[in-house]
């Protein structure tokens, strides 16, 4: 259970923690059978025991690469960070605000690991991680050999990445590199962040983290205390069209342009749906936040995927849209 953050009560036929580039290299040809890489478990769902081999990257370190002023993809103002797939991503964000270094602190909080920032192209707050990475270092984990994978090949977009997709399942990250401003450019425009700090006369990357901290606090459930993954579903983008037709109906409904249509949150339509904090059996849906669903205690995953079932033919009836869960289903 401690392995996945719906709190499940589910079992692997194998666990192994690894260290070490070297070590997972030396552990490939002892895999047979089913392999599932997990990071911090926070975006995991088990339909029931695994029977295969979980693996865990336990490598660690945060590493400031030294003077790239003949880096020509570099300016003085930036600096490169090597961190290990295995490092707490949050923890990760402290380190970079501590030191005044700006770039992920719209990122705090987000549960997980730094390997799967990059599988996952993790997003908050009008930024996503696909902004600041540089590259991802990563294990063929059919052949043994390592591989680096700059920025344009990882094939980001919004919550999906080459990993997700075509590579599915064949590499483990081992290391990624963000870039970091020294003189950070703040991003305040989404939400009411801005509002949040409008008291401050020169807000610090420091108060936006706080701010960001303070809303996710406020509105996303703390797996600690009650089993979620965070949003569990994605928000889906469709044709102009079928918004401004949607929109007719409902003038209230947020909105975002994105390239290729208009992003609409599946968490409004849910709510209109009426779900918000409603249950089936012990799987509920958020009172604060009806893009995630929560484990009331005991949850089977039969439960929380009728659940998610429900709740995506609702919305399909009412809005004719499909949503797709973001939560990987094991
Ligand atoms: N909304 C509602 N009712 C709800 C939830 C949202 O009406 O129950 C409305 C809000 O009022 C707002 C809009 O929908 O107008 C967007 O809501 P919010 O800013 O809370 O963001 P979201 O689209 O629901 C996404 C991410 C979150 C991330 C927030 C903030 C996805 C799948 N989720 O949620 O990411 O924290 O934006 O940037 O894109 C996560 O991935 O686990 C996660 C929490």
């Known amino acids: 259970m401690s392995h996945n953050t719906f709190g499940m009560d589910v079992k692997t036929k194998r666990f192994v923690e690894y260290d070490s580039e070297e070590e997972l290299q030396a552990l490939i040809p002892t895999l047979s059978g089913e392999v599932l890489h997990i990071g911090g478990g926070s975006n995991l769902l088990f339909k029931g025991d695994f029977d295969g081999t979980v693996l865990h990257s336990a490598i660690r370190g945060i590493e400031e690469l030294s003077s790239f002023a003949s880096n020509p993809f570099m300016n003085e103002d930036e600096v490169l960070v090597r961190v290990g797939a295995g490092e707490v991503w949050d923890e990760f964000v402290a380190w970079a605000v501590e030191r ?37 270092e990563a294990i063929d984990l059919q052949r043994g050999e390592k591989r680096v994978f700059e920025n344009a090949e990882c094939a980001y977009a919004y919550r999906q990445s080459i990993f997700k997709n075509a590579l599915k399942g064949r590499y483990a990250i081992t290391y990624v590199t963000y870039r970091l401003q020294k003189h950070p450019q703040l991003k305040l425009e989404y939400g009411n962040i801005k509002a949040m700090l409008s008291h401050k006369a020169q807000p610090s990357i420091s108060d936006v983290r706080q701010a960001i901290i303070d809303t996710r606090n406020a509105k996303l459930p703390d797996p600690k205390v009650q089993g979620n993954a965070g949003s569990f579903f994605m928000n889906p983008v469709v044709s102009r069209e079928k918004f401004l037709s949607i929109q007719k109906d409902y003038p209230q409904m947020p909105f975002y342009d994105v390239e290729g249509g208009v992003k609409i949150p599946a968490g409004w339509m849910i709510e209109q749906c009426g779900w918000k904090g409603k249950s089936l059996g012990r799987a509920a849906v958020h009172d604060k936040q009806a893009l995630v669903l929560v484990n009331l205690g005991g949850a089977t995953s039969d439960e929380i995927l009728t659940l998610c079932n429900t709740i995506c033919k609702d919305v399909q009836e009412k809005f004719g849209i499909d949503i797709h869960p973001e939560v990987n289903f094991i």
């Open 100 to 136: 005044g270094y700006g770039g992920v602190e719209n990122l705090s909080l987000i549960p997980g690991e730094v390997g799967a920032s990059a599988v996952q192209n993790i997003g908050a707050y009008g930024v996503e991680v696909k902004d600041v990475l540089v590259r991802a």
